[in-house]
């Protein structure tokens, strides 16, 4: 037996306050269980887990592969839900099953506009801070390259080199391995404006060679 269980939730205890202004994961398992219809069915954990995933890749996805799912994420995020975050709003009804509570129903469709405004479909959810990919990114648009390319639409060899943190001489395959990693970023934050950068620097690449 839980120590929930053992102490019945209190009415004080049920969250009331307002989803954050900034994603989160645990506003996202939230949302993610009640896109799944949770206000009117139990949900398995492994679907909420994928729809969360869908919702915010860049969030739940591992750190050298942000393109999997990391259940990990998703289960930090329901314990402190129960425990802490959000509490009141979600129903056990077996060890692999969530639904809403009234209360939840009533949070979610009361704050819906904020949550389609966060995690609409059109919405790309940002990474935290600390994942791979926001240092990645945050990298990328530092470099010499990146100004230069926003400046004037291109950039020297040297300086894609050192955005690339290779220099003018590595090998082939250094240089594609790093074209691959831009490739990649590109795709999950589904920045066009680095998908142009990897189109020019690879034009670049192969007028030096």
Same mark, same amino acid.
């Given at each position: 037996?839980?120590? *929930?269980?053992?102490? +019945? =939730?209190?009415?004080?205890?049920?969250?009331?306050?307002? +989803?954050? %202004?900034?994603? $989160? $994961? $645990?506003d996202v !398992?939230?949302?993610?269980?009640?896109?799944?219809?949770?206000?009117?069915?139990?949900?398995?954990v492994e679907q909420i887990y994928l729809k969360a995933f869908e919702i915010a890749p860049l969030r739940f996805g591992w750190r050298t592969r942000p393109d999997i799912p990391n !259940?990990?994420?998703? @289960?930090?995020?329901?314990?402190? =839900? #129960?425990?802490? %975050?959000?509490?009141?709003?979600?129903?056990?009804?077996?060890? $692999?099953?969530? *639904?809403? %509570?009234?209360?939840?129903?009533?949070?979610v469709e009361a704050y819906k506009p904020l949550f389609e405004l966060n995690y609409g479909e059109s919405k790309i959810v940002k990474a935290p801070a600390t994942s791979e990919i926001s240092r990645? @990114?945050?990298?990328?648009? @530092?470099? #010499?390259?990146?100004? @230069?390319? /926003?400046? /004037?639409? %291109? !950039? /020297?060899?040297g300086e894609l080199a050192r955005a690339c943190k290779c220099s003018i001489g590595s090998s082939d395959k250094i240089w594609q391995d790093r074209f691959a990693d831009f490739e990649q970023l590109a795709a999950l934050t589904k920045d066009? #404006?680095?998908?142009? !950068?990897?189109?020019?620097?690879?034009?670049?690449y192969k007028e030096s060679r």
């Open positions: 037996m839980t120590a *929930r269980e053992r102490h +019945p =939730i209190l009415e004080e205890d049920i969250r009331t306050d307002a +989803p954050g %202004t900034d994603a $989160n $994961n $645990n !398992f939230v949302w993610a269980l009640y896109l799944l219809g949770g206000a009117s069915k139990t949900i398995d !259940f990990k994420k998703t @289960s930090k995020a329901l314990q402190a =839900i #129960e425990a802490k %975050t959000h509490v009141g709003l979600l129903q056990k009804l077996g060890a $692999n099953t969530r *639904r809403l %509570t009234p209360a939840g129903v009533a949070w990645q @990114s945050k990298d990328l648009h @530092s470099s #010499e390259a990146w100004k @230069s390319f /926003k400046a /004037k639409g %291109t !950039f /020297k060899l066009q #404006e680095i998908a142009d !950068f990897l189109t020019i620097a690879k034009n670049i």
